[in-house]
């Protein structure tokens, strides 16, 4: 039985290695760029948050998020660690959950999961882009430039088109929707927003611990906390990511409020700030000690205080509304950054054409799809790799005959 993998990618080389348990099943895993793994080498910041210990039941979304269900209960986040272990990675787990290579660099679980490629009955091939698949009478038959390959059995397993700098790519969805599939509107998620307020560029790089709620014309759309990071153009960090599926994507005011001391009351914000009346200090330095001193800056010029004053002429008011705006302080946002920063993508193959115990197509029967190509994706914090585990390893496994 010969087995054809499409996408060298997280889900694509789970789905390989687990085919190759059947040892009389010869595995060919094709990748269109130089190397395996190359978006997985750049998640978590380079460091690679490959689960989350969460990541069981919830955290999934699409139009019909319990796709999940099956394929995560098979092949968990503790089931996930243990055949890591067995590849040879030693893993750490914070306090959240997020659990990543003990060594801290995402090359580490790029590096096991290469070299447990290297077996007899797989074979990789890479720079092998695949322009077109077609259903044959005894299988598939796989077009690159170069040749044509014949298999039994075919898992595309390309990923979906965020990051595209770093392999995103349509050719998943392209190729699913030339055997019949439909494919849902594809938006970026875990993604950076950007804003119309012209002072974010003035607190670039700034980092902080904030609760983050977005609003749209006035309702709560979404809220997370967590680190918030201003850059040039708006927000990022993990508190966006997580509230930034579908924001901005309708029309209307769209509104990010910021709490900066979300484990603070307001009234001891303003008891502080009252007590530094005491001092000699410039208003500049009204929330040095609290926040970060440019962004504390930046606040006590929006509450309408010029730095040069001194803070034991203001006003109770003027604290008053200062203290307010460390807990409640509002950015405008535009729209997402785009599919070329995102970190997922949302949207995909629809999931109703899948059995969700096997991976494999309804309309086609040997072909099967995984990971993040399928309209399936999940929450910041290590949940996305987990439904590339579990959704690789189920159609390899079933695929290989092993289920």
Known sequence: MTIGIIGGGASGMAAALAASENKEAQIVLMERQARVGRKLQATGNGRCNLTNLHAVQGGYHGEDASFTNYAISRFDPEKTLVWFRSLGLFTVAEESGRVYPYSDQANSVVDVLR???????????????????????????????????????????????????????????????????????????????????????????????????????????????????????????????????????????????????????????????????????????????????????????????????????????????????????EVSLTEPLGMDSAQVTAGGIVTADFDETTMQSRIVPGLYACGEVLDIDGDCGGYNLQWAWSSGYLAGAHAGGLT
């Open 115 to 329: 070299f447990a490629l290297e077996k007899p009955n797989i074979s990789v091939k890479l720079g092998f882009e695949v322009e077109k698949v077609k259903k044959t009478a005894s299988g598939f038959r796989v077009e690159s430039k170069e040749e044509a390959l014949d298999f039994d059995k075919l898992i595309i397993a390309c990923g979906g088109l965020a990051g595209t700098k770093l392999g995103g790519t349509m050719s998943g969805y392209k190729l699913l929707r030339s055997l019949g599939h439909k494919c849902t509107k594809l938006r970026p998620t875990l993604v950076q927003l950007k804003s119309g307020w012209n002072g974010v560029a003035a607190l670039k790089g700034v980092r902080a611990n904030c609760h983050a709620a977005i609003y749209h014309n006035g309702v709560l759309f979404s809220q997370s906390t967590g680190e918030l990071q201003f850059t040039e153009y708006g927000l990022s960090g993990p508190v966006i990511f997580e509230v930034s599926r579908d924001a901005c994507q309708g029309g209307g005011v769209w509104l990010c409020r910021l709490d900066f001391l979300p484990e603070i009351p307001e009234e001891d914000v303003l008891r502080e700030l009252l007590r530094r009346r005491e001092t000699q200090l410039p208003a500049s330095e009204l929330l040095t000690g609290i926040l970060h001193n440019r962004l504390g800056r930046v606040l006590t010029q929006a509450a309408g205080i010029s730095g040069n004053r001194m803070i034991a002429e203001l006003s109770d008011y003027e604290l008053t509304q200062l203290a307010k705006l460390t807990k409640a302080f």
